[in-house]
């Protein structure tokens, strides 16, 4: 196979430690080849057991993020999104778990009558497979494929048996960048490269020789450095690549092109590079990104405040917006399970904006109910993100609609008010994976509503990830009250967007409106909620 409009396949492997943020140098390179006006998909392969993180704990995991299509995924998916603007899918994150499954249920269909089944060829069939997939009918220019782990791993090494095979098959079509830490020793004043050629020594054991080492550091990397990288790994002296750290994620991908992580890679591939990569406006947000006019203080309460992680999207979605509105968020992250009638004046001093995060189960709903009674009754903005916009109309429905006990069903099954309830098709499920209403869903806003002004548009199409809804039984009296769903899905008639007709910016919404901001396309919400929050006296 040849030409210049076939798929090529680029891996990118981590060594030494974990977090040295594989996610972000893939996202940031596939940056670099789109801004050359090439066609970029990013997957992700996990080597857990688990077929999705969608039933992981964000303790464990971080974020659980949602793709187009509904599947429950890697929170690096969101970095691909946000950094490419463009989808991703089910295709693009893959499990061991699901590897696996799909190998046991061709077994059971009898796909291998006779054959014994083993982790070599199946197992590594299947990766294959799965990498290859997204390249079929040459759909990209590039597929970069993010092996997450370390190199030495056990879980690892079917991945990397895999990487070997289709180097093996591809060529120079094919490429295998490395990513290690160059660990700075103050007391020797040196920068250290044993770790980084014993992971490559790790590759070589497996049969990979690495054509690109991304070569995380805290200080510059310099000439002699790089060269004696280059000797003992078997590289190009131009192929070591350094990336030092930096204030912003998003300045990786200004740090790669400097670096020419693009133009090594090309040009190893032997692709004729088009001119470029042009990256003006990316540029010009890293601007503003650097010199806002101002701060404003905004609270985001959730139940995991000690991991930022678990909150991943909104926390970009808010630095999108900042930078839109010239400033910057000083985001205050406030635990739930601490927030009581006492402290709460306190603990919400000086913010000009609040949050109430998603998340599930009874831990910490109080704190967040008490904290949305005070942003409605002072009238700071305020946005709820799923379960914030049922915390919301639950505190609604007990102080303005005098239904003292309403609540979920989901925190408390036997409320005389469930305003918020599980859906009758809901109830038959048993199963936790992949179960919950999940993915894009449209939405239809009412004429003169506050969100309508927001988003300019009458129909949208927002991601869910949740079992529970409103109970539309009670729906007059929320209106009747001042509460307006101002956004309804137009199949099902679910109550996707509540407002406060009363109040200076009070949103509501029960999808997820922090899957969609992008670099390139910051989420109007998030913008109009920071540009209230700005104003905010
Ligand atoms: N726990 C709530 C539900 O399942 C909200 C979920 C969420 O915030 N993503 O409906």
Redo the contacts with the bound molecule.
Sequence with gaps: MAGSDMTRFIFVTGGVTSSLGKGIISASLAKLLQARGYTVTIQKLDPYINIDPGTLNPYEHGECYVTEDGAETDLDLGHYERFLNTPTSQANNVTTGRIYQSVIEKERRGDYLGETVQVIPHITDEIKYRIKLLGENNAYNFVITEIGGTVGDIESLPYIEAIRQLKWEMGVNSLVIHLTLIPYLSAARELKTKPTQHSVKTMLEYGVQPDVLVCRTEKPLNDPIRNKIALFCNVDASAVIESIDTSSIYKVPLLMKEEQLDKVVLNTMKVSARKGPSLRNWEQFIRRLDSPKSTVDIGLIGKYVELVDAYKSIIESLIHAGTTNNCKVNLRLIHSEQLDEKNLEEQLHGLKGVIV?????DRGIEGKIKAIQYVREQGIPFLG????M?CAMIEFARNQLGLQYAH?T?MDPETPHPI?D?MEEQKKVHIKGGT??LGAYPCDLKPESKILEIYHQQHISER??????VNNIYLERFEKAGMLASGINPESGLVEIIELTNHPWFIGV?F?PEYKSTVDKPHPLFISFVSAAKKWK
């Design positions: 995060a998603p998340g599930f189960g993100i799923c379960l914030g049922q979920s989901e918020i599980i919950m209403r869910h990830r949740h079992r529970y809804e029960q997820h």
